[in-house]
């Protein structure tokens, strides 16, 4: 952490160059309103366990007050960093950060289920976190300093390798919600030009899974075949020959991709993510076994209202009726004391947030800057979507923190260090 004079030099220096004129204040509110709104509701899950100040370090809200001091202290130095600095050291972070995943296999600690934690001195570590930082920097790099054009295979399966080696890593620990964090990085993808049919794909191969689950594979044949057949009886003379071959081709891949969800379902996926796909989808009801989570997190949301029960005063917070309230259920919170006012509010704020720097990375003439600023939007959209849709039950739940609000020190930091790289690549744009 800076000492509290080279923070003040810093802070100066930022002035007397006039960076401090130029950077997305709107962002750096945002940023810091939903923090400190993430403080007051972490705080509001602990009150009955301990009426400690939310400054005091012993406490959770009180490491996650610090990690934000400390985190707003290294906002100035990495302000200074020069962006092209951070494009060379790119390669260089990506591979430090994937041996610290790999060292998790043999130094790190097990967690509600998942090696994904180092334990140092009482704090823990989640590497998971930082190598999406880390991973969006070297897929810029790689589509910037090496002028990759994304539509050739050679270059396309240099990327796809950059982003699936970290997801296959952490996936085996297991924790799937960090890993489909990467799946977000697809949509940058797409907007530096890859083919939009490797997205219809993408969302065909969900359907199908879903489907498959649902209805069985028969169900995906017969429909696969009444598709063909309404392909050849009634549209073959309006579509060209050279467009029939592809569809054919993804058709009969979804077919073959079928026959394989069962084995994908029941030997990669373990009992609990099983569990919580067949609750989801209607399969099984279990209010008290494996749905209790999300249950109670409806619960809670729902008993809020229209203006919710006030700060401090939700029951099902204060009866901890809902397991991991200040992490990966934390909007059950804001559900319950802040109302359905409260709850659209914040999803309005991470709204404007992500739309805000989607519009400010399509300023950037870098492509380096310009695709790390994409990457950090999808990384946050994908946490944002997925944790608030499993807390309504409208996604199995995975594990995944709300950016800036739920309670981790790792999140918080990995989150502010990608928003203050970003907002580094604002303030310095050429146009």
């Known amino acids: 952490m800076n000492t509290p004079n080279q923070f003040l030099e810093n802070l100066l220096k930022l002035m007397n160059n006039k960076l401090v004129f130029r950077l997305d204040w709107m962002s750096i509110l945002l940023y810091v309103s939903l923090v400190v709104f993430g403080i007051i509701n972490i705080y509001s899950t602990r009150f009955s366990e301990s009426n400690l100040p939310f400054w005091d370090i012993g406490s959770p809200v009180g490491k996650q007050f610090w990690t934000f001091i400390l985190c707003l202290s290294a906002l100035p130095a990495i302000l200074f960093i020069k962006s092209n600095l951070l494009e060379r050291l790119s390669y260089i972070f990506y591979v430090i950060s994937i041996i610290g995943l790999i060292g998790l296999f043999v130094f790190g600690q097990t967690i509600s289920g998942a090696t994904s ?14 190598v999406k930082i880390t991973t969006a920097m070297v897929v810029a790099s790689n589509l910037s300093s090496l002028q990759t054009d994304i539509k050739k295979r050679k270059h396309l399966f240099q990327i796809l390798f950059l982003i699936s080696l970290p997801f296959f890593l952490i996936i085996l620990q297991p924790d799937a919600g960090s890993a489909l964090v990467f799946v977000g990085i697809f949509f940058v993808l797409i907007r530096e030009g890859l083919d939009l049919r490797f997205l219809y794909l993408f969302i065909g191969f969900i359907l199908v899974f879903i489907l498959t689950l649902l209805y069985g594979y028969f169900f995906i044949s017969i429909a ?3 598709l063909i057949f309404f392909f050849y009886l009634l549209i073959k003379r309006l579509v060209p020959k050279t467009k029939k071959l592809p569809f054919l081709i993804c058709l009969g891949i979804c077919v073959l991709f079928s026959y394989s969800v069962s084995f994908i379902f029941n030997s990669v996926f373990e009992q609990r993510h099983r569990d919580r796909f067949n609750i989801i989808l209607g399969l099984e009801t279990d209010t008290r076994g494996i749905g209790y989570n999300i249950n109670q997190s409806k619960i809670a949301i729902g008993s809020g209202g229209f203006f919710g029960k006030g700060f401090l005063n939700g029951t099902q917070t204060k009866g901890a009726f809902v397991p991991e309230q200040d992490t990966d259920y934390i909007f059950s919170t804001i559900g319950e004391e802040w109302g359905f006012i409260g709850s659209s509010l914040l999803v309005l704020l991470f709204t404007i947030f992500i739309l805000r720097i989607i519009y400010r990375a399509e300023k950037h003439t870098s492509i380096y800057s310009r695709v790390f600023s994409h990457a950090f939007a ?6 944002f979507f997925v944790n608030i849709g499993m807390t309504l039950g409208l996604v199995p739940t995975v594990g995944i923190p709300l950016p800036f609000i739920s309670n981790g020190g790792s999140s918080l930091l990995a989150f502010s260090f990608m928003l203050f790289i970003y907002l580094n690549f604002d303030a310095n744009r050429l146009n």
């Open 224 to 226: 696969a075949l009444i």
């Open 378 to 383: 999808s990384i946050l959209f994908m946490h």
């Open 117 to 130: 934690w180092y334990l140092i001195g009482g704090l823990s570590l989640q590497p998971s976190e930082f």
